[in-house]
């Protein structure tokens, strides 16, 4: 197995919707070619059930994963720190690449609410692949 490509950090405030949606997303999409973390500010109890259940209509299994934490060890192991609403609590490091994304929060939504906010959310991380993928060959 070769190393992981980049490693990427999602951060939201509860880390039980947005953020998790983009981890699984990536690591469905990327396989091991980039390592995901993902945590908040002040992390939930529980993964939200709507995001679990618009992320299984695209066959991405996002139910055994739990909110944790964000750590600085978390950050400083990051090549891309990617934001989503966590405000002042999102640490900075030099030498991070950042990026914000403003993403609706799908706390307390239903499924229905939720998949526009994760079909989004699948072409950022589109997106960023492609943008890991070239500074790979640059």
Known sequence: MTAPLASVLFVCVHNAGRS??????????????????????????????????????????????????????????????ITMGCGDACPYFPGKTYLDWTLEDPAGQGVEAVRPIRDEIKGLIEGLIAEIDAKQQA
């Open 20 to 81: 998790q949606m983009a981890a699984g997303f990536l690591r469905h999409l990327a396989g091991d070619r980039v390592e995901v973390r993902s945590a908040g500010s002040l992390p939930g109890d529980r993964i939200n059930p709507s995001a679990v259940a618009a992320m299984a209509e695209l066959g991405i299994d996002i139910s055994d994963q739990k909110p944790k934490v964000l750590t600085t060890e978390a950050a400083q192991a990051s090549d891309y720190i």
